[in-house]
């Protein structure tokens, strides 16, 4: 374009901090989205928890409302592997590490309580490793 014509449609630009005439998505809407196609296209529910475009996953956000803030190296999963199901009953906290542990040995939750067991064995298993690790060292 020429410096006149960049000119010219300057007037007709939007401006920072402008909202467009239908206002956009209001806070507090939920939607559904697919996670990449290559992790399966997993269905998961978002939030719109500020303007202008912040989103937060819905079941971390109902974690955090009941439970606080969850700390870095800990993620939020479901109970019952329904990654709609987004009741508190069904949420369950773990560290990464148990998470990738129960990814690779294939254990599954049906619920709340043997989701945290399974935590419970990834610990364990995490325990062992280090102390075979140890010992190795040492010898």
Same mark, same amino acid.
């Given at each position: 374009?020429?410096?006149?014509?960049?000119?010219?449609?300057?007037?007709?630009?939007?401006?920072? @901090?402008?909202?467009?005439?239908? #206002?956009? +998505?209001?806070?507090?809407?939920?939607?559904?989205?697919?996670?990449?196609?290559?992790?399966? @296209?997993?269905?998961?529910?978002?939030?719109?928890?500020?303007?202008?475009?912040?989103?937060?996953?819905?079941?971390?956000?109902?974690?955090?409302?009941?439970? @606080?803030?969850?700390?870095?190296?800990?993620? $939020?999963?479901?109970?019952?592997?329904?990654?709609?199901?987004?009741? $508190?009953?069904?949420?369950?906290?773990?560290?990464? *590490?148990?998470?990738?542990?129960?990814?690779?040995? #294939?254990?599954? #939750?049906?619920?709340?309580?043997?989701?945290?067991?399974?935590?419970? $064995? *990834?610990?364990?298993?995490? *325990?062992?490793?280090?102390?075979?690790?140890?010992?190795? +060292?040492?010898?």
């Amino acid at each position: 374009m020429s410096p006149e014509a960049i000119e010219r449609t300057k007037a007709t630009r939007f401006q920072k @901090g402008h909202t467009p005439h239908n #206002g956009g +998505t209001p806070v507090g809407v939920i939607r559904l989205r697919h996670d990449h196609k290559d992790r399966g @296209g997993r269905p998961y529910y978002w939030i719109k928890t500020a303007q202008p475009n912040v989103w937060r996953m819905y079941h971390v956000t109902i974690w955090e409302e009941h439970n @606080g803030p969850v700390p870095d190296g800990c993620m $939020i999963t479901f109970a019952d592997g329904n990654s709609l199901n987004c009741s $508190i009953d069904n949420l369950v906290m773990e560290t990464r *590490a148990q998470h990738a542990i129960k990814n690779h040995m #294939g254990l599954r #939750g049906y619920d709340k309580e043997s989701a945290e067991t399974l935590n419970r $064995i *990834a610990d364990l298993k995490q *325990a062992i490793t280090r102390t075979k690790k140890r010992r190795k +060292t040492k010898t």
